[in-house]
C-alpha cells in the first residue's frame, strides 16, 4: 500500500517527560477499561469499548520522554466486514522539543485510507490525542472512554446498535 498512515499533532508547553508520563497512562486519555500494563517495553494491555471495539496491544518500543511504539497483536471490529484491519498496525507517539515546547506527533502506522474503518478510527484518533490526551498532559484530567461513556459521535452511534 502506496497510501499514507493516519497522523496527528499536538504542540504544548509541558516538557518531553510531562507528555511521556501522560500517554503511558492509557486509561487516563483513552479508555478507562483498559486491562494490563501500559508504560513499559514489552507490557501488553486489553482495550474494549462496548463490544463495539476489542484489541491486544503490546509495547514494542519504549525511549524514556521520546517515543513509544505500540504493537496491535489482535483487532475486532464490530462495524467492518474484515473484522482484524488494526492486527498488525503500529500507533506510535513520537516527542520531541521545539522551541520550549514539546511536539507530540502520534502516527497509526498501517491505518490508511484503503480501510474499511478508516474514517471512523481517524475520527477516534482525532479526539482521542487532540482533546483528550492533550487535556491529561495540560490539565491532569483527559476524557476517556467506559462502558456507556462513548466520548466521541461515532461510539455513541456504534453503541446504539
Not at 57 to 66: A, F, R, S, W
Not at 128 to 148: D, F, H, R, V
Request: net charge negative.
Amino acid at each position: 500500500m502506496s497510501a499514507q498512515s493516519f497522523t496527528t499533532k499536538i504542540i504544548v508547553d509541558q516538557s518531553p517527560e510531562e507528555v511521556f508520563e501522560a500517554i503511558q497512562n492509557v486509561r487516563g486519555w483513552w479508555s478507562e477499561e483498559i486491562e494490563g500494563n501500559t508504560a513499559e517495553l514489552n507490557d501488553e494491555f486489553d482495550y474494549h469499548y462496548e463490544d463495539v471495539h476489542r484489541c491486544k496491544i503490546k509495547l514494542v518500543e519504549v525511549i524514556k520522554n521520546q517515543k513509544i511504539v505500540w504493537l496491535v497483536e489482535q483487532n475486532y471490529f464490530k462495524f467492518t466486514e474484515d473484522k482484524t484491519e488494526w492486527t498488525g498496525t503500529k500507533p506510535t507517539f513520537e516527542i520531541a522539543e521545539e522551541n520550549g515546547k514539546t511536539e507530540l506527533t502520534f502516527t497509526h502506522f498501517g491505518l490508511v485510507p484503503e480501510y474499511e474503518c478508516y474514517e471512523v478510527c481517524k475520527s477516534g484518533w482525532t479526539n482521542y490525542i487532540q482533546n483528550s490526551l492533550k487535556k491529561l498532559i495540560t490539565t491532569g484530567k483527559g476524557e476517556p472512554n467506559a462502558t456507556g461513556k462513548p466520548q466521541t459521535e461515532t461510539e455513541r452511534k456504534l453503541s446504539e446498535k
